[in-house]
T-cell receptor, first 116, second 113 residues
Framework: QQQVKQSPQSLIVQKGGISIINCAYE??????FPWYQQFPGKGPALLIA?????SEKKEGRFTISFNKSAKQFSLHIMDSQPGDSATYFC???????????????FGKGTKLSVIP | NAGVTQTPKFQVLKTGQSMTLQCAQD?????MSWYRQDPGMGLRLIHY???????DQGEVPNGYNVSRSTTEDFPLRLLSAAPSQTSVYFC????????????FGPGTRLTVT
């Protein structure tokens, strides 16, 4: 019920190409969908996020597309650069209004390699 | 601001030993959490806290204890280490209970032999 399914597990893209990572979920209680970027040896860091009442959000070269009816969302990286090589995690938040808290459920991650 | 700090960076334990992973944040964040990261498994929530004195279990709490006596500190205790607890552990904090951005520490790599 809490699961977030992420694909592909790994991705190799030429410099300048478009990287696309997909996530799907089942739990309709999820109310916020962030993407985290992790470089080797570091902790994850927030990259971009979207709420389910919006179909697309763009920040620079990074775009989230969200399809509420299909319960799917994806990250697009335009003009991919070698510096984008990292592991990307999608996540989904469920909020517990009574307890005033939340939990994030993460996908299993996608290792992106951008080759020159 | 140091952000979220974790100690130690690396640790090797023998099966059955106990230890505490330290986590501290200097951003006055209410919400703190512990995750473990295993290859191909993503990040899985162990325990979390919405404020001093309040903790709750996440997805994989067995074998771990937490307490939150101050806003700044959120230690994770392994009671009796098992090889299945070999993992990279991340502590994270966020400003409010909405979790719009979690700030992660640099991680602790734990090996249990």
């Amino acid at each position: 019920q809490q699961q977030v399914k992420q694909s592909p597990q790994s991705l190799i893209v030429q410099k300048g190409g478009i990287s696309i990572i997909n996530c799907a979920y089942e739990n309709t209680a999820f109310d916020y969908f962030p993407w985290y970027q992790q470089f080797p040896g570091k902790g994850p860091a927030l990259l971009i996020a979207i709420r389910p009442d919006v179909s697309e959000k763009k920040e620079g070269r990074f775009t989230i597309s969200f399809n509420k009816s299909a319960k799917q969302f994806s990250l697009h990286i335009m003009d991919s650069q070698p510096g984008d090589s990292a592991t990307y995690f999608c996540a989904a938040r469920v909020t517990y209004s009574g307890a005033g808290s939340y939990q994030l459920t993460f996908g299993k991650g996608t290792k992106l390699s951008v080759i020159p | 601001n140091a952000g979220v700090t974790q100690t130690p960076k690396f640790q090797v334990l023998k099966t059955g030993q106990s230890m505490t992973l330290q986590c501290a944040q200097d951003m006055n964040h209410e919400y703190m959490s512990w995750y473990r990261q295993d290859p191909g498994m993503g990040l899985r929530l162990i325990h979390y806290s919405v404020g001093a004195g309040i903790t709750d279990q996440g997805e994989v709490p067995n074998g771990y204890n937490v307490s939150r006596s101050t806003t700044e500190d959120f230690p994770l205790r392994l009671l009796s280490a098992a090889p299945s607890q070999t993992s990279v552990y991340f502590c994270a904090s966020s400003e409010d209970r909405g979790g719009y951005e979690q700030y992660f520490g640099p991680g602790t790599r734990l090996t249990v032999t």
